[in-house]
């Protein structure tokens, strides 16, 4: 992925987090005639060493054996796992000057590294173990699987398991960086009175990767978004 120095992120905790925050990652490896896709989950293996960076990192992931992708898996593959983060559309009104164009400001990592897939009955087992603590901490009621620990059994022949072990990371927080500080405080006030919930995630990262951003009032509302708001219209209607 091609990211601009200003846009880097290169501390190993914050890119993390935003995998952990945003888990749903696109797996890409090499196909034919075009690239095999797949939208799956991922985590950090929770019984691995942590190393000091991201290289050595080792994710965790599942998918449908139906899926030709799983089929095309045959050993140890190079591969590529694509989270996406919060983003956000920026109107021109937000910078409240004359001459001014649209952007999205988003956020996104792009993991390189080599995919071991696995038909081990106990290690899908212990995968989708770890996935569904991982997520039922972060997203979830705290439900207990317990009870349904046969019911996973019943269901693992159709799973396949593999492990990630990363080998390059390129995380991009695009940010608007590049603006004044005081335009910055417009735009996260503008991604904080949006409906949309993973934009309003986006004030809340902004605000988190510079408090100097946090407490401040931006341009005045745009008068069609807050009537689509009221109506419950689709913003980008």
């Known amino acids: 992925m091609y990211v601009p120095d200003l846009y880097r992120e290169t501390d190993p905790a ?14 890409v490896t090499t196909g ?33 054996r ?8 045959a050993g140890p593959t190079p591969a590529k796992l694509v989270f996406t ?25 792009h993991l390189e590294g080599t995919l ?16 569904v603590a991982a997520y039922e901490r972060e997203f979830g009621c705290a439900w207990d699987p317990a009870a349904s620990l046969e019911y996973f059994r019943t269901l693992a022949p159709g799973v396949g398991a593999f492990r990630f072990e990363v080998e390059r990371a390129d995380t991009m927080l695009k940010l608007s960086q590049e603006k004044p500080v005081e335009t910055r ?11 949309c919930g993973a934009t309003r995630d986006l004030a809340q990262l902004m605000c988190a990767y510079d408090p ?15 009537q689509k708001r009221e109506t419950g219209e689709a913003v980008g209607a």
């Open 116 to 131: 071991v897939p696995s038909e081990d009955l106990e290690e899908i087992l212990r995968v989708v173990g770890h996935t």
């Open 66 to 73: 139906a899926n030709p992708h799983w089929r095309a898996l």
């Open 14 to 27: 914050t890119t993390l987090a935003l995998i952990q925050r945003n888990p749903l990652a696109m797996l």
């Open 212 to 226: 100097a951003l946090a407490g401040e009032s931006g341009p005045e509302p745009c008068p069609k978004r807050e």
């Open 185 to 195: 405080r417009q735009v996260v006030s503008w991604f904080a009175g949006s409906p």
């Open 85 to 109: 983060g919060p983003h956000g559309y920026v109107s021109p009104t937000v910078y409240e000057t004359e001459v001014a164009a649209p952007t999205w400001d988003f956020t996104a990592v």
């Open 32 to 64: 034919e005639p075009v690239p095999n896709v797949t939208h799956l989950p991922a985590i950090p293996d929770p019984e691995a060493p942590a190393p000091v960076g991201l290289a050595g990192t080792t994710l965790l992931g599942h998918l449908n």
